[in-house]
């Protein structure tokens, strides 16, 4: 099967693209990784390494549409949007109000529970493979609210994870402390997911499998894709400042950089990059020892191998604008005025490219009428959660299992 599959390009060395890659080498596929920098420095490198698979709520849900106006105007709110960035991401933004309509969300949520479905035990199985199986914490997700009213903002949220099946539990401050002690007292209400899980340094994590890819005979090659065209003998050409390469499949798994390889073919995704922050504290304490999400800010903290690791908010600013260190601030300030003793501790900061969809739902598969062409692109919030997976749904469908 494999010489009949030929030569497969994947395009993007992000969580995406090392595990699509990875899969598909590990079933004997012939496999080049193609990245313009080292594999897993991209939005995979600074994200909060927590595997969530409850988290089906698409962003655009109607009670968040009601607070947008509002975060738009304030520089230091969980999303914001630049003015100057308005007219381009207008668009975008048309369909992302479009799709909060209920039927849109309903869809969204059930896409979503399907493509996270045992994201733990996958990463716990990929982590053991490539050799990193203490990357995997397993002590479950504690989100946490100050009082009911901002736990109703999130009501429908939860209201889906009870549907689908997902366990959690209500506890309130007494539990909190029993499980993070270090819990400032203003928050008094806490969901805890018990089974779910966090990577507890994501790029060691994507480094490990891409190591592993190349062990195993895995090619990568360092290049910039510029454009992707038919080829004349059937198959892809990939045009590189270095030259051009051929394949007979690409996977184009370039995270928020994809659309500038498939605008000019025609294929149009309603993708926009929404800017994340993180703030990573040196030392090896960390006040918490799960991931802990501050629900009511919009904040996820967790203990990274290297110290603790705040991370959240949205900024709507594109690709080029340079990164906003007023944004970093802002988690700066929750992570001092949350936990004890961070005043003096050094940290550093980093900004990273959310991939989003309009509706939240990543794009997965054959493009239709472009033989040979693959997308796995747009996974947003989520794409550590589901990278695993859409690896595995991207094999199954280049081997024709299904
Ligand atoms: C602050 C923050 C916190 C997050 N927390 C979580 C979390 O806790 N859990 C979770 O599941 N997800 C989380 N995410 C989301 C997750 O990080 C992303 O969904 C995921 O990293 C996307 O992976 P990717 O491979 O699609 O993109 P990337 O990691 O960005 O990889 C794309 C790669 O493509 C390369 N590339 C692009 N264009 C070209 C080209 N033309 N030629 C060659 N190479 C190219 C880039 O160099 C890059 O390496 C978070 C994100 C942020 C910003």
Known sequence: MPEKLGMVAVVGGGVI???????????????TLIDREEPGSGCSFGNSGAISPSSIAPL?????????????????????????????????????????????????????????????SRHQALAREVGVPELILQRGHLHLYPDENTLAK????????????FQFERIDRDGIV???PGINPRYRIGMFLADHATVRNPYRYVQAIFHKFLEIGGQVSR??????????????????????QTAQHVVVAAGAWSRRLLDPLGVKLALETQRGYH???????????????????????????????????VEIGGLRLASNPRRAEVLLRIARETFQGLEH????????????????????????????????????????????HTAELIANSLFGDR
């Open 60 to 120: 655009a849900m109607p009670g968040v549409l009601k607070s947008v106006p509002g975060m738009l105007r304030n520089p230091e709110s969980p999303l914001y949007l630049p003015w100057g960035y308005l007219p381009q991401a207008l668009p975008w933004l048309g369909r992302f109000v479009w799709s909060a309509r209920r039927a849109s969300v309903d869809a969204s949520a059930k896409s979503l529970a399907a493509l996270h479905e045992a994201a733990v």
């Open 223 to 244: 290049a910039d894709v510029r454009a992707l065209q038919p080829a004349a003998a059937g198959g892809w050409r990939l045009d590189t400042a270095a030259g051009a």
């Open 345 to 388: 501790q050094p940290f550093s900061t980093w900004m990273g490219h959310r991939p989003c969809m309009a509706d939240s739902v990543p794009v997965i598969g054959p493009v239709a009428g472009r033989t040979g062409l693959w997308l796995a692109v747009g996974h947003g919030h989520l794409g550590l959660t589901d990278s695993a």
């Open 17 to 31: 693209g090392v595990c699509l890659a990875y899969e598909l080498r590990k079933r004997g596929a012939e496999v």
């Open 279 to 313: 703030v990573q504290f040196q030392g090896e304490s960390s006040p918490v020892s799960r991931t802990v999400v501050l629900a009511d800010r919009k904040v996820f903290v967790a203990p990274m191998e290297a110290g603790l690791r705040v991370g959240g908010t």
């Open 178 to 180: 029993a499980l993070e």
């Open 154 to 165: 999130d009501a429908a949220g939860w209201r889906l994870r009870e549907k689908y099946g």
